[in-house]
Nanobody, 113 residues
Framework: VQLQASGGGLVQAGGSLRLSCAASGDIYRPNAMGWYRQVPGKEREFVATITSNGSIKYGDSVEGRFTISRDNAKNMVYLQMDGLKAEDTAVYYC????????WGKGTQVTVSS
């Protein structure tokens, strides 16, 4: 499975961004797609995940501000990020979990205060 993330960028605090991740290859269900983030010197942090049957979980730090969704027909997952804070600055990675786990290349999100 190959993952291509997009949508990162620079935004002011309080603003919004929408990340997208396209999955391609041998994709079977059930599976889960989600987002993690990482800043230099820290461990990768769980952001959100959504299963192919629609079950959703969020990390505590983003609950209520971020919304994850997916389009199973297009094998896409999205992360709508609202109310962004400086501490949301990180490289965001898309993750696919099926029989095996795959990671996409990250996309940088920078929130200026």
């Amino acid at each position: 499975v190959q993952l291509q993330a997009s949508g990162g960028g620079l935004v002011q605090a309080g603003g919004s961004l929408r990340l997208s991740c396209a999955a391609s290859g041998d994709i079977y269900r059930p599976n889960a797609m989600g987002w993690y983030r990482q800043v230099p010197g820290k461990e990768r942090e769980f952001v959100a995940t959504i299963t192919s049957n629609g079950s959703i979980k969020y990390g505590d730090s983003v609950e209520g501000r971020f919304t994850i969704s997916r389009d199973n027909a297009k094998n896409m997952v999205y992360l709508q990020m609202d109310g962004l804070k400086a501490e949301d600055t990180a490289v965001y990675y898309c993750k696919f979990t099926g029989i095996w786990v795959f990671w996409g290349k990250g996309t940088q999100v920078t929130v200026s205060s």
